[in-house]
């Protein structure tokens, strides 16, 4: 069966970054578009970046020029480098991977920014 399995949220103080992982397994990792989404209590899930089958990357507006997502499909992994987090950045983040109709998520992972 897939499975997506998010590791690296904590908390941090403002300013401070963070390194999320999610590793899969059950599916052909390198042909899946991957990404990050969030979502803060009482929003909607929004989507923070995402990086295609073919290394290209977008990212939201909110957090450009600061959050930087990869993949390394040797470890069928994809990562969310977080710098300069905000409290606003506060969140469940979640791992999501995608082709055609096939959708799949994980579990999701706690990321707190506070003082």
């Known amino acids: 069966q897939v499975q997506l399995v998010e590791s690296g949220g904590g908390l941090v103080q403002p300013g401070g970054s963070l390194r999320l992982s999610c590793a899969a397994s059950g599916i052909t990792f390198s042909i899946y578009n991957m990404a990050w989404f969030r979502q803060a209590s009482g929003k909607q899930r929004e989507l923070v970046a995402a990086?295609?089958?073919?290394?290209?990357?977008n990212y939201a507006d909110s957090v450009k020029g600061r959050f930087t997502i990869s993949r390394d499909n040797a470890k069928n992994t994809v990562y969310l480098q977080m710098n300069s987090l905000k409290p606003e950045d506060t969140a469940v983040y979640y791992c999501n991977a995608q082709r055609t109709v096939a959708r799949y998520w994980g579990q999701g992972t706690q990321v707190t920014v506070s003082s």
């Open positions: 990086i295609t089958s073919g290394g290209s990357t």
